[in-house]
């Protein structure tokens, strides 16, 4: 039924969501309700709504879509998710949006990949996330005269005992790094 239902709509940008995103088929029973922008502590800062993008993806917009800040907007607080009366995994779908839009270069107006590279750089190496590192790495390679505005903030960080000048790893960082290499095999970036 499920699949009739997606080869009606004749969208092939919704099968390639489907596709990519674990429980994605779920997304074909979406009501239009609204829940999942009214729950979301981002959507006034978003673009499009949850239920405007999905609108979208049936509509074949994969463009209009996949340049949108809403996925750039999502905080994984999956409110969104938990409160949906048809269980669509939102937040997930949002994940894949970030993915595609990453693969097909579409995320040009967002600092969000970069970031996201960044501090998945330093997870790899450490196994959490280094505050110091993740701006001064970020904003070097990539705003680097922002960088000298964000002096204050990380000087009162430090004072407050807010943020470390060394990184620290976690222990036992080999077993993180196997999981890590074990989702990159099974889908992940390589």
Known sequence: MIQHAIATRGSSFLQEVIEHTPGGERIVHC????????????????????????ALINADEREKVLTSNTMWCCVSCYFCTTRCPQKIPITDIMYTLKRLAIR??????????????????????????????????????????????????GLSMFSRGRMALIPKRIKKIEQLQAIIQKARQLGGRS
């Open 104 to 153: 097909d270069g579409l995320a040009k107006d967002t600092d969000a990949p970069a970031l996201a590279k960044t501090f998945t750089d330093l997870l790899d190496r450490y196994g959490r996330s280094f505050e110091l590192g993740l701006a001064s790495r970020f904003y070097l390679f990539n705003k680097p005269m922002a960088l000298l505005k964000m002096g204050p903030l």
């Open 31 to 54: 009501l239009q309700c609204g829940s999942c922008g009214g729950s979301c502590p981002n959507g006034a800062d978003m673009q499009y709504t949850p239920r405007a993008i999905f």
